[in-house]
């Protein structure tokens, strides 16, 4: 599946959790220094593992945190922007599991700016997607 990703280009959601042997920080960083070509979603950005999974953004350009399940954790938002920026995180719920309005609340209140906020909400998904679409989509 890397392979075929890697040769196409292709966007890859992980479910990543940190300290997890099957798929966290470590296990990550293996497959992307071997495939560069694939863009890959830090499903839960290695939940627990905040610097784990930041170090893989600021290590590898075609790599992004994701959202679900993280904002329980307080200032963890305000920590992914300020340490990889707000370009490289990905909007998330984990609906039905977490209520999307609470994690819409999370971002529109936390202490990042509006460009922060419209890069998570909308612009970064709009830009990893944009090359899979019909171009009159947006």
Do not use: Q
Not at 79 to 86: R, T
Not at 99 to 106: E, T
């Amino acid at each position: 599946a890397w392979k075929f990703a890697d040769d196409r280009n292709l966007l890859m959601l992980l479910h990543t959790w940190g300290g997890s042997s099957f798929d966290g920080a470590e296990i990550v960083r293996k497959a992307v220094e071997k495939y560069k070509n694939v863009k890959v979603l830090l499903g839960h950005s290695c939940h627990g593992d905040w610097d784990g999974a930041i170090k893989l953004v600021k290590d590898f350009p075609n790599v992004y945190l994701e959202l679900t399940a993280v904002l329980d954790d307080r200032g963890i938002l305000e920590k992914f922007v300020e340490e990889a920026g707000s370009e490289r995180i990905i909007f998330g719920t984990d609906f039905p599991w977490f209520s999307h309005h609470y994690y819409i609340g999370c971002v529109l209140s936390a202490d990042i700016t509006d460009e922060d906020r419209h890069n998570i909400l909308h612009r970064n998904a709009e830009k990893l997607l944009s090359p899979f679409l019909n171009k009159d989509t947006f």
